[in-house]
Every structure is written in structure tokens, then in C-alpha cells.
């Protein structure tokens, strides 16, 4: 009786932490909870620096600070923020990320081991002080997609050059580095994962990196490198609306398009109707998209909005038939265009 007692108070202890939260320090390798910083390929603190032609996949920001240089020539495919309210927000949520990271619970010590040679398991690997990787770092996924890897880092995290970071049956989107410091990754690395630096990331020349760069106090220093973020290779869906009671049109073309890719043509079916009228759904990378409208004869655009959340509005009546939306990742973004005709001319 005495045992079954203990036992029941055991079960009712751990309900309790888990429902007040109080576990969250002992569960291991868990995404953290990345909020708008995703959209981001690159946020520096301080400053954001560029020598060559390097290519982001998502958004480049900084954030309190205010200077972006080196693009041109470097190239951005998502949008660029600098000092405004979403660099500010997505500093936020980097800090929230590396904190969250930073609680997690070590499954081993690898304090003074390189990294390189080393075959991995899903987990979180902490060091005390610096990391080193020199060579190839593998971390086996179990062929698990959802399988993620943690390493925490006291200091400094360095690569050496050609060093490489890969994911047997897994995603680069489940790799996290929290580096308590500053990061350097060597000339020529392909390396697989996101950074939390809490002061500088140095990104060397000819360098590769699938995940995302975040500096929460320093700078973001990059020299010739390809950085694809995960948001920057998710999807979602934009359909395009007129708005019901808009002008009977025998319908409305859209252009869209993303930097550095072909338009695409949308087609609005024939309106007005009581309920409005939509596209059909379309399928396309989630960061900013230019949707142009195609205006038939005698008519201009009013204004254009997202739904089902405003936030998602970048910008609105830039001009007789622009505006600039941001795709929902993994969701669906609805851009509403409103029609009217406009009077006719006064004449005599």
C-alpha cells in the first residue's frame, strides 16, 4: 500500500510539472520556437557587412543597428529591413530561440573533442567552453525528419576550412548551434544548421550554410556565401480576391512574381458576385511576392489587403495596380484587390 502511494504521488508530481511548465529545462532537443526570426537568412545586432557575390534565401535584417552594407553585389530574394519594427521583432524572437536553446538539457559533454570525424545521434551536445569542427561532422537522423540536434556552446564556435556539417536522413531545419560568444566558419565549409551567436558571426570566404545566421549583439560579417533559410525553402499557398461588389469585369489578370523568378499569371474569374471572387489557389515559396495587376480598361485599383491576417501586409496602394505581399509559410496568404471605376470625363 505504502508503495502504491509513492507511486501515485510520483505520477501526480510529473503531471504537475508538466503542467506548469517546470520540465521544460529537462526535455531534450526540442525546436525552439522561432516566431518571425524564420523569415530571416541573416539578422545581425550591429551591423551587416558583404564583400562578394553572396546569395541569400529569405530576409537579411539588423537590428538595433542600422548599416547594411554590400548589397549590391550581394543579392537578397526575400526583403531587407534595417533598423524597423521587424528587425526589431525578429531580434526578439532570436533572443527567445537562443535562451530556449540554452535550457535544454546536455545529453553529452563533449567539452576539448573536435567535432570533426564525429558520427552523432539525435540529442543536445554541450561544450563548457569553445567548439571546434575540423573535417566532417555527421548526425545521423535515423531516417526520423522530425529528428532534432542541439549543440551548446560556453564560448566560441570555429570550423576550419573545408570543414562540413551533413544530416543522414534528417533536415538542416532541426540543427541548432547556441554559441555563447562569437562564431567563425572556415573558407570553403558547407555547413548545415542554424546559428545563435550572442555576439559576432564571421561567415568566410566561399562558405555555404542551409540555416539561418542570427548575431543578438554584434555583427554579421559575410564574404561570397550561398545562405539558404528554412523559410526560404518553405512553401505556402496565395489565391488572389476581388472583393464582392467590385466591377463587373470579364475578369482580372495578376502578375506574380518573386526576385529571381519567372511570373506567373493569376486569373480572377468574372466578377462582381455576392460573395466576391477568387483565384485558384497557387503554390509558391514563402517570403515576399510582387503581385501586379493586369487593369482592364476604365477601372483602377483601390487598395489591397491580406487575410486572414493583416500583419502579413507589407505594404498597400503603392501605385495603380502593385502591391507587396509576404507569403504565409506552410499556410495560406489571400491578397484582396478592390476594384472601382472610376466616373467618366466631364465634357462640353
Do not use: W
Not at 548551434?177 to 564571421?202: E, K, P
Not at 560579417?221 to 496565395?238: E, F, H, I, R
Not at 477568387?278 to 503554390?283: E, I, V
Amino acid at each position: 500500500m505504502e508503495r502504491r502511494k509513492r507511486l501515485l504521488f510520483g505520477l501526480f508530481a510529473i503531471g504537475l510539472l508538466l503542467s506548469t511548465g517546470s520540465l521544460k529545462t529537462v526535455l531534450a532537443q526540442t525546436v525552439p520556437p522561432l516566431g518571425t526570426a524564420q523569415n530571416f537568412a541573416v539578422l545581425g545586432a550591429s551591423t551587416v557587412t558583404n564583400t562578394g557575390p553572396t546569395t541569400l534565401t529569405g530576409s537579411l535584417g539588423v537590428s538595433p543597428g542600422s548599416a547594411i552594407t554590400g548589397f549590391p553585389p550581394g543579392v537578397v530574394t526575400g526583403s531587407i529591413h534595417v533598423a524597423d519594427a521587424a528587425a526589431a521583432a525578429a531580434q526578439a524572437d532570436a533572443l527567445t530561440a537562443y535562451n530556449f536553446l540554452a535550457g535544454q538539457a546536455c545529453t553529452a559533454n563533449l567539452t576539448g573533442t573536435d567535432l570533426g570525424g564525429l558520427t552523432l545521434l539525435p540529442g543536445v551536445y554541450c561544450f563548457s567552453s569553445s567548439a571546434q569542427l575540423t573535417g566532417l561532422l555527421t548526425l545521423n537522423a535515423g531516417a526520423d525528419p522530425n529528428s532534432v540536434f542541439v549543440f551548446k556552446i560556453g564560448s566560441t564556435l570555429t570550423t576550419a576550412s573545408n570543414s562540413a556539417v551533413v544530416v543522414n536522413g534528417g533536415s538542416p531545419c532541426n540543427v541548432f548551434f547556441q554559441v555563447g560568444t562569437s562564431a567563425t566558419l572556415g573558407t570553403g565549409t558547407r555547413f548545415l544548421g542554424s546559428i545563435f551567436a550572442s555576439a559576432s558571426i564571421t561567415i568566410t570566404t566561399g562558405t555555404s550554410v542551409t540555416g539561418s545566421i542570427y548575431a543578438l549583439n554584434g555583427a554579421v560579417t559575410l564574404d561570397s556565401n550561398p545562405v539558404t533559410s528554412c523559410a526560404g525553402t518553405q512553401m505556402g499557398t496565395l489565391q488572389v480576391c476581388k472583393v464582392a461588389g467590385s466591377s463587373a469585369l470579364a475578369g482580372t489578370l495578376f502578375e506574380f512574381s518573386i526576385a529571381g523568378s519567372p511570373a506567373t499569371m493569376i486569373s480572377v474569374p468574372a466578377g462582381p458576385s455576392p460573395g466576391g471572387s477568387c483565384s485558384t489557389p497557387l503554390l509558391v515559396p514563402a517570403r515576399r511576392a510582387i503581385i501586379t495587376e493586369t487593369i482592364p480598361a476604365n477601372t483602377t485599383l483601390a487598395a489591397v489587403s491580406t487575410l486572414p491576417d493583416p500583419g502579413l501586409l507589407i505594404s498597400s496602394n503603392l501605385g495603380a495596380g502593385t502591391a507587396t505581399v509576404e507569403v504565409n509559410p506552410g499556410g495560406q496568404t489571400i491578397a484582396t484587390f478592390i476594384n472601382t471605376v472610376p466616373p467618366p470625363p466631364t465634357t462640353g
